[in-house]
């Protein structure tokens, strides 16, 4: 192996470290938004807003995307608007139950 392939080796095992230790930090800050017990539509929207920086990771990076075309990058972010167009619906819906009814918890 030649010293170019080492040194770029060795660089994308230093990406995949800080990815992966990425990963963790913002897996436990999930964690300790859900231990803080906040307002339910606030802490939803919080630990699903860390949850697509997640997946953006990792489909970027470790499913090597982010070096491929821009159909795919398109198709990306039709996903992601989709999925907040879900997260709001779900939220919108949260606040408008019946008069009368009670949400449990």
């Known amino acids: 192996?030649?010293?170019?392939?080492?040194?770029n080796f060795?660089?994308?095992?230093k990406q995949y470290r800080s990815i992966f230790i990425s990963l963790i930090i913002l897996t436990a800050i999930s964690v300790g938004i859900h231990?803080?017990?906040?307002?339910?539509?606030?802490?939803?929207t919080l630990i699903?807003?860390?949850a697509v920086l997640?997946?953006?990771l990792s489909v970027c990076y470790l499913m090597h995307l982010i070096s491929e075309r821009k159909l795919i990058f398109l198709v990306l972010m039709l996903t992601v608007f989709f999925v907040f167009g879900m997260v709001t619906l779900i939220l919108g819906s949260h606040a408008s139950h019946p008069h009368g009814t009670t949400y449990v918890s």
């Open 35 to 44: 231990q803080m017990h906040l307002n339910l539509a606030l802490s939803i």
């Open 54 to 56: 997640q997946a953006t």
């Open 10 to 13: 060795q660089h994308e095992i």
């Open 48 to 50: 699903l807003s860390i």
């Open 1 to 7: 192996m030649s010293n170019a392939q080492g040194q």
